[in-house]
């Protein structure tokens, strides 16, 4: 199906959209010349510093639903729930920027992040061997990740079961009373590989046992964030994103 799908793109790559960009281009290089024609001498307008940006005139603004939708659903409940810290463990790191404003926040990832600022720090750890107490973190994130581990995409060990050894790492070092915002690819459950598993949502709610529950949230496949979602919804998916938020 990958290899169908690619020679499709490559198809409309071909015959449609490299003939349209060919018009763009010379449309482009008329805008230019007008606007060479009228600039004042505050700016040099030379061809040598032609930056060509021919796919932005389109009605709305494009975004990633998944990237965009789980860390804002995250952060609101930060904003609700105000711990003492918090601890984010390789979601994406502007999530962890964006918090820390208002929220101290350790960043942690197989690949750490040069990063400095205010209220922010950064380090690395294994998931499957976090270094942290038992029963010691108030608050904990891990969101678009754990489908990863194990899978060897980012250079980590093979290992079909790590994804689990993970899971079991997050509940144990959550303190009681404690919540873990979990975000993960839901559906058919299935291996992508070498890209990210997509699990049920039974599996998830399963593999947290004996957390609590504290809300499930959708991002389906046709976009948007369906809050306290109906669990059933996730049947009806190719590749949703579930957002959990466990309580211990």
Known sequence: MYFKNY?????????????????????????????????????????????????????????DHHYTYHPAWAARILAQTKPEFHVDISSILSFSTIVSAFVPVKFYDYRPADLKLSNLESGSVDLNKLPFETDSIPSLSCMHTIEHIGLGRYG???????????????????????????????????????????????????????????????????????????????????????CFWFKK
Do not use: M
């Open 156 to 242: 980590d060990k093979i290992d079909p079961a790590a994804d689990l050894k993970s899971i079991e790492e997050l509940k144990r070092v959550v303190k009681p009373g404690g919540d873990i915002l979990f975000v993960t690819p839901v559906g058919k459950p299935r291996i992508e590989f070498n890209a990210h598993r997509i699990y049920s949502f039974e599996q998830i709610v399963e593999y947290f046992s004996p957390l609590i529950l504290k809300e499930f949230s959708l991002i389906p496949d046709a976009g948007g964030l369906i809050q306290n979602a109906d669990p059933k919804l996730v049947k009806e998916q190719h590749y949703g994103c579930g």
């Open 7 to 63: 020679f499709i793109q490559l198809g409309k790559d071909i015959f449609i959209r490299f003939p349209k960009r060919i018009i763009r281009f010379f449309g482009y290089l008329g805008e230019w010349s007008r606007f060479k024609n009228r600039a004042d001498k505050r700016f040099s307008v030379k061809a040598t510093d032609l930056y060509p940006c021919l796919k932005d005139r389109i009605v709305k603004t494009p975004f």
